[in-house]
């Protein structure tokens, strides 16, 4: 299947401090990706669709200016928590689709920790 | 607007016992139905996916499910399970026409294997 990486796998950092992380598709294009939260032990909740070359589409609730996302190519979209605090630790999942198979292949996870 | 509910959100079964998951789907179009497994801080594993064809899907593992529009369900079942399989299961719900549209999971089921 198609491979999703994603960067770092863990993170701890200071509150009030900004992480990116990196979510790369190695061995095709997605115009297309998507961003998942997920709490422990809780299902997958989707922040944003990350569209390439155009604005993210975020979903209802999520802070578009805490949550800032950017897909400037076709292999790369980034997640950036900026300011973080406590309570933005989670497990943080990208994921893309190869064309219009409907399946989604994921990335590894980012696990952000802020102290 | 498309749903899923997995009953049960954790199962526990005997080494060599049957595995069933159940996923009841609500959709207004014909759906692309997925069943995607989580190990402990990792992404998630595509195990199959139902895309109009055939209604019984095999997926890796040894895993299958079977797609039944009467019924809106598709259960995921193993005859045999192994010490292995123990991580969490989700059932994901797609419309057909799913190229830029994200995949709406079931809340998961925990699977538990004991020896």
């Known amino acids: 299947g198609a491979v999703v990486s994603q960067h770092p796998s863990r993170v701890i950092c200071k509150s009030g401090t900004s992480v990116k992380i990196e979510c790369r598709s190695l061995d095709f294009q997605a115009t297309t990706m998507f961003w998942y939260r997920q709490f422990p032990k809780q299902s997958l909740m989707l922040m944003a669709t990350s569209n390439e070359g155009s604005k993210a589409t975020y979903e209802q609730g999520v802070e578009k200016d805490k949550f800032l996302i950017n897909h400037a190519s076709l292999t790369l979209s980034t997640l950036t928590v900026t300011s973080a605090h406590p309570e933005d630790s989670s497990f943080y999942i990208c994921?893309?689709?190869?064309?219009?198979?409907?399946?989604?292949?994921f990335g590894e996870g980012s696990r952000l920790t802020v102290l | 607007a498309q749903s899923v509910t997995q009953l049960g959100s954790h199962v526990s079964v005997s080494e060599g016992a049957l595995v069933l998951l159940r996923c009841n789907y609500s959709s207004s179009v014909p759906p692309y139905l997925f069943w995607y497994v989580q190990y402990p801080n990792q992404g998630l594993q595509l195990l199959l996916k139902?895309?109009?064809?055939?209604?019984l899907v095999k997926g890796i593992n040894g895993f299958e499910a079977e797609f039944k529009k009467s019924e809106t369900s598709f259960h995921l079942t193993k005859p045999s399970a192994h010490m292995s399989d123990a991580a969490e299961y989700f059932c994901a719900v797609s419309g057909p026409d799913s190229g830029n549209t994200p995949l709406v999971f079931g809340k998961g089921t925990r699977l538990s294997v004991i020896a």
């Open positions: 994921s893309a689709r190869v064309g219009y198979t409907g399946e989604l292949f």
């Open positions: 139902y895309t109009s064809a055939a209604t």
